[in-house]
Nanobody
């Protein structure tokens, strides 16, 4: 299972932190990342980190603003979002897949957390 926390309302230029805590599987063998889905748009990859090989993947739209870190002692991945823009407004989902980044959203073996809403006001 994946439990997401964080999110909320912030003004443009502000920061938010999301956390995703895993249970029930071998966290060290998984890549964990975040997807987001804005109203009327398809779900898109945001960022990923693999606990297996340290590989990372970051969407161009968030490079330089979003960072991801993993704490294998706490089975938690943290997404730090800085310099937020109104276009970052979306429901953010954490996901976990066995192996390296990137995570394949269509993989039936991918774990998904519940979504958490991030709203950035202009």
């Amino acid at each position: 299972q994946l439990q997401a926390s964080g999110g909320g309302l912030v003004q443009a230029g502000g920061s938010l932190r999301l956390a995703c805590t895993a249970s029930g599987f071998t966290f060290d063998a998984y890549a964990v990342g975040w997807f987001r889905q804005a109203p009327g748009k398809a779900r898109e990859r945001v960022i990923c980190i693999s606990n297996v090989d340290g590989s990372r993947a970051t969407a161009e739209s968030v490079k330089g603003r979003f960072t991801i870190s993993s704490d294998t002692r706490k089975n938690t991945v943290t997404l730090q979002m800085n310099s937020l823009k109104p276009e970052d407004t979306a429901v953010y989902y954490c996901a976990a897949e066995n192996g390296p980044c990137p995570i394949t959203p269509g993989n039936l073996l991918t774990y998904w957390g519940q979504g958490t809403l991030v709203t950035v006001s202009s």
